[in-house]
C-alpha cells in the first residue's frame, strides 16, 4: 500500500509517502513540505496548498491518504488554519475518489513510538528508524506527515477493510 501523509498547516502542509504493509518493512517514497507566506491572502495559500497536494498525488499516486485530525488547541486562529488546509487536502483527496482517513496526534505518537505522548524529536527518531533514514526529516511538519503515513498503513489499512466489508454487509 503507498500511503500520502498530510500534516496540515497554512504556512507549512507537510507530507509524505510511504510505501508498506503490516508486518514487513517500510520505505520512503518521497516527502517535503507546501509553504506559503502568511504575506499572502487566505485564499490564496489554500489554493497554494491545494496545487501541491495535487502534484503530489499526480506524481506519486498513493493509493489512499492519511490527514491529521484537527484538535482544539488554546490559539484559535491556529486551529482554524490547521482546519482549512486540512479540508483542502480531503477535498483533493475525495475528487480523486482515494480513500482518506483521519488519525489523531496521539494516535500516530502512539502508532510511531509506543506513547501516545511522545514528542516531536521522539516521533521524528522513530520516522527516521522505521524508514532507515540517515537523518530526521525536516522540518518536523514533513517527519511528521510520514508518521501519519505510517500510522495508516499499521492500522488505516485494516480498519479500511472492516468499513467496507461492513457496509457490503449492509451493517454501516
Not at 43 to 60: H, T
Not at 88 to 111: C, F, N, Q
Request: proline share 5%; aromatic share 2%.
Amino acid at each position: 500500500m503507498r500511503v500520502l501523509g498530510i500534516d496540515p498547516g497554512l504556512t507549512r502542509c507537510g507530507w509524505g509517502v510511504v510505501d508498506g504493509s503490516p508486518g514487513r518493512p517500510l520505505s520512503l517514497v518521497d516527502v517535503g513540505v507546501v509553504r506559503t507566506s502568511a504575506d499572502l491572502p487566505l485564499a490564496q495559500r489554500l489554493v497554494a496548498i491545494e496545487a501541491g497536494v495535487e502534484e503530489c498525488l499526480d506524481r506519486l499516486r498513493p493509493d489512499a491518504v492519511a490527514v491529521e485530525r484537527v484538535f482544539a488547541q488554546h490559539n484559535l486562529r491556529t486551529v482554524m488554519g490547521t482546519a482549512q488546509a486540512s479540508g483542502i487536502a480531503l477535498l483533493v483527496a475525495a475528487r480523486r475518489g482515494l480513500p482518506v482517513a483521519l488519525h489523531t496526534p496521539s494516535e500516530v505518537k502512539a502508532a510511531v513510538s509506543g506513547s501516545g505522548r511522545a514528542d516531536k524529536a521522539q516521533v521524528g527518531a522513530m520516522v527516521t528508524r522505521l524508514l532507515r533514514l540517515q537523518e530526521a526529516p525536516r522540518p518536523a511538519d514533513a517527519a511528521d506527515a510520514l508518521a501519519l503515513a505510517i500510522t495508516h498503513i499499521w492500522r488505516g489499512g485494516a480498519q479500511s477493510r472492516i468499513d467496507a466489508a461492513l457496509a457490503r454487509a449492509g451493517r454501516t
